[in-house]
């Protein structure tokens, strides 16, 4: 996600002051992020070039989230939430890197997210995240899913878009596409970001 620059460029948003300060003051130690910008209320412009964005979504507020996600549609997600209900919702729609964090996490776990989601990975707190409870069990999915679609899951959750997956497996796009729309059915997600934390949680590939 970063390979154009060095220094990975995050965005941090939170309606209270003493919150962007704080999270800025746990990442600016980080040789790999530069804080380019504090957000209050969404209004980072689209063109301004961010590979991160850190948000403190407080008491369940997820518009601007929602917003802002939209806004900045290439950037990994760093979400601090008060609850797995919220956390729930942040994750069904995501469909990037993304990590869910309970608004308590400190400087270690917010800065590890951050690396996590620059490197394309899912990061989640199993407080504020925790397992779909519709969910089958772990050898239903392992019994459900093909070889092939065990291979796709993994090439998504390292990030890979549909014609890379193509090109590492020897496989049309038209059939990738197949096997992910397969693999969201099978794991009843809504999203590709939702289908590998479900995937990583019954053990079907390792993060």
Do not use: C, W
């Amino acid at each position: 996600m970063t390979s154009a620059r060095q220094v990975a460029r995050v965005a941090i948003a939170s309606p209270y002051p003493s919150v962007r300060a704080g999270l800025r003051a746990m990442l600016t130690p980080l040789e790999a992020v530069e804080v380019v910008a504090d957000i209050i209320g969404g209004d980072l412009d689209p063109s301004d070039a961010v590979d991160v964005l850190v948000i403190d979504i407080a008491q369940g507020e997820l518009a601007e989230f929602e917003h802002m996600s939209t806004t900045l549609a290439h950037a990994a997600i760093v979400a601090l939430v008060d609850d797995s209900d919220a956390g729930r919702r942040v994750l069904t729609s995501a469909g990037r890197p993304i990590a869910i964090l309970s608004r308590e996490a400190g400087p270690s776990e917010i800065s590890a997210a951050v690396l996590g989601v620059l490197s394309g990975l899912i990061v989640l707190d199993p407080t504020v995240a925790p397992m779909d409870t519709k969910a089958s069990p772990l050898t239903d999915y392992d019994q459900t899913l093909t070889e092939r679609e065990r291979q796709v899951i993994e090439l998504v959750a390292l990030g890979l878009p549909n014609k890379s997956i193509a090109v590492e497996l020897g496989i049309s796009e038209h059939t990738v596409k197949f096997h992910v729309a397969s693999i969201l059915d099978k794991l009843d997600a809504a999203s590709r970001t939702e289908a590998v934390a479900i995937a990583a949680r019954h053990g079907l590939l390792a993060l």
